[in-house]
């Protein structure tokens, strides 16, 4: 039997054709089939919903890959710029350690070059002293400078403030030694012992005045032996300092001093300080 359409029939349709054939299908036969179609419909709509759930769940899986994968992107983006800014800041530190280490050592050989300049002027001042005595003129380091101690008695008469012959070779010896030497400066200090001066003194009140002119008139010596007036510097400290208690003859005695203190030129050293 041929129908009057091509094509293959709907199932319901076929069912349908064959229910109308006069005995070609039971009821029984025609329900079943009726019921397996229905089955396979369901099944049919049922997987199409699973399909269109699996469909979904993919499409989320891959947005929440994506959107993980931008983040992780973004992440390293980021680590990337963190470690690239802590390698130009160790650059710039390692950079920064070496200058100031540089600065150290431009330092530290100033610094022994100025150990070195005081230990040689300490020297040229002891050989340029020799032959005084050792009670009345001693020459010392302290603190980086040169301390030239000169007594009273090497130098003045008690209470006076006039250099004795003696007392003016040394001196005129001490300016040989440092003449040329214009980055030396040169502290001149007078001290006394605590015994006031006797009243009516002339020109002078205390321990201070006689301090001081005392200081003046080394000072005095020293530039007109060659040194230049701007090196040099009078001070009078009077009774202040002393090196011993003033209990004793004796110690009233080594009070009774005059101290030249010699000082290099730290300019250079400032310089690095300041830059450190």
Not at 23 to 33: D, F, H, I, R
Not at 114 to 136: E, I, S, T, Y
Not at 196 to 215: C, E, Y
Not at 234 to 244: D, F, H, I, M
């Amino acid at each position: 039997m041929k129908f009057p359409f091509s094509g293959a029939l709907p199932a319901a349709a076929l069912l349908l054709g064959m229910a109308t054939l006069p005995g070609c299908v039971s009821q029984k036969k025609y329900t079943a089939l009726q019921n397996q179609y229905n089955d396979a419909a369901k099944s049919r709509d049922q997987l199409q919903v699973e399909k269109t759930a699996l469909e979904q769940d993919k499409a989320r899986s891959e947005e929440e890959l994506r959107q993980r994968l931008v983040s992780r992107s973004q992440q390293v983006n980021q680590l990337n710029q963190s470690l690239s800014g802590a390698e130009q800041q160790n650059s710039q530190l390692s950079a920064n350690l070496k200058d100031r280490e540089q600065r150290l050592a431009d330092l530290q050989n100033k610094l022994d070059e100025k150990d070195r300049a005081v230990k040689a002027l300490r020297q040229r001042v002891a050989d340029a002293l020799l032959g005084f005595n050792a009670q009345d003129l001693q020459v010392n380091l302290k603190n980086g400078k040169v301390y030239v101690s000169l007594s009273e008695q090497l130098l003045f008469k008690s209470g006076s403030t006039k250099v004795d012959p003696k007392g003016q070779e040394a001196l005129k010896k001490l300016a040989t030694a440092l003449k040329g030497n214009q980055d030396v400066s040169v502290l001149v200090e007078g001290h006394t012992d605590n015994v006031p001066i006797a009243k009516g003194t002339a020109g002078m009140k205390d321990n201070w005045d006689l301090s001081v002119l005392r200081a003046t008139e080394i000072t005095r010596i020293l530039t007109e032996s060659g040194l230049g007036a701007s090196q040099v510097t009078p001070s009078g400290r009077g009774e202040t300092l002393p090196v011993a208690a003033n209990t004793t003859p004796a110690n009233k005695q080594m009070n009774r001093r005059t101290e030249i203190i010699l000082t290099p030129k730290l300019d250079e050293l400032f310089q690095i300080l300041e830059q450190n």
